[in-house]
């Protein structure tokens, strides 16, 4: 018997040993493959990281002979200006509904309004996308006399509320990680409900709620499809938040399919993907240092 349960042991800790690695493995891989992709602006078609970084002029050669401009700053603009927004709409409604559901009504927030929360992680990008696109951008164009209601105000709605579950989950558990004790020692001090709040609680859960609004900003830069139909897809810096634009993902996702394999048209849209592929390494990075603060400051 006992042979059987250590055979049985090493033989889960073989397949998860393996599952953990093939994890890390194709990590790697994807790294690896939009490295050597995206380089090819920088290697083969003799661009700097400079122009490309830098430059606002835009318009590569859908050929292998090169001759283009690359230049990506109006996307790496635009992708900052509305995914900053989303996040600046998104954030304040998280942080209430996380105090909702943890310290005004727990039970309340627990059975019903979490579940709630919950479900909008499971609703695909289209459905946000076509709803911002029937409702909300006629809204925006009525309520501002616009032209067109397609712009960066429209896309960071839409964006707000794709990344206020994400945000608000994560914050909760933040809270929910406070330990009691320090509750109930402000409680003891004569502190209300709002001073322990925001004295004791929010401060004790700094690095998960950062955490939180980073794993939401991370998911506002990854989204493609949704931005794409609100934004306007224009390629032009905004000159406010009621103007059109593009963004990284957007570009990717609309000219990727037409660029010819191999020319500088397509290795320009790959070192797009790059770029956003180094994005997510860094907000993973954060992540983990903030953590690891957290942890130091729990133990101190």
Known sequence: MNKEMFKNEYLWRGIITVCGLSVIALTLAIGAFLFVKGSGTFTIYKHTVFEFLFSSNWNPNDSALGGGNVGALIYIVGSLLTCGLALLIATPFSFAGAIFMTEIAPGIGTKLFQPAVEIFVGIPSVVYGWTGLTV??????????????????????????????????????????????????????????????????????????????????????????????????????????????????????????????????NIALWTMALLLYLISLLFIYIIHQLSAAGKEEVTK
Do not use: C
């Open 136 to 265: 909300l951008v006629p809204f925006i164009k009525n309520l501002f006399n616009l032209p067109h209601g397609f712009n960066v105000l429209s896309a960071s709605i839409v964006l707000a509320v794709m990344i206020f579950p994400t945000i608000t989950t994560v914050t909760a558990d933040a809270i929910r990680g406070v330990p009691r004790e320090f509750r109930d020692g402000a409680y003891a001090l004569g502190s209300t409900r709002w001073q322990v709040i925001h004295k004791i609680v929010m401060p004790a859960a700094k690095s998960g709620i950062l955490t939180a609004i980073i794993l939401g900003l991370a998911r506002a830069f990854g989204e493609a499809l949704a931005v794409a139909m609100v934004i306007g897809k224009t390629r032009a810096f905004p000159q406010s938040i009621l103007s059109p634009t593009n963004t990284l993902t957007t570009a990717i996702a609309s000219d990727m399919g037409g660029a010819m394999d191999g020319g500088e048209y």
